[in-house]
């Protein structure tokens, strides 16, 4: 059973694909790291937020943009080795084919970083 940011990367792959060809590749490894980033912006920015209200200071604002950045930068080399070749092979040939709005698909991860921008302003 493939995973929901698998599903989403082959239907990125495949609608980009007829205007873009190889570039589509680039499009859908770039909105599967986005997609990525953005869900753990929004968990990281709701704990924090939780964390302050509760009165425990567990972060500061400068270590929490650094475990961002080296999360993100580990989601980024995992997508680059997990989508390379074979893998998109593999999932490309067992995709049923799904209907999705392009534009919503898009509206997902900017959604997730509206919320986490909103959670970053509670003192």
């Not at 698998?6 to 859908?28: L, Q, R």
């Not at 084919?97 to 509206?107: A, D, G, N, T, Y």
Request: glycine letters at 4%.
């Amino acid at each position: 059973m493939a995973s929901f940011t698998d599903t989403n990367y082959i239907y990125i792959f495949n609608h980009y694909k007829k205007k873009y060809g190889k570039k589509s590749i680039n499009i859908a490894l770039l909105y599967v790291c986005l997609l990525e980033f953005s869900f753990i912006l929004a968990i990281g920015s709701f704990l924090k937020a939780f964390a302050s209200q509760m009165k425990m200071s567990v972060l500061s604002n400068s270590k929490f943009w650094v475990l961002y950045t080296i999360i993100a930068l580990f989601i980024i080399s995992k997508n680059w080795m997990r989508y390379n070749g074979r893998k998109r092979n593999i999932l490309n040939a067992k995709n049923k084919h799904k209907k999705s709005s392009i534009f919503l698909l898009w509206i997902l991860p900017l959604g997730c970083i509206a919320i986490a921008l909103i959670l970053l302003k509670v003192p």
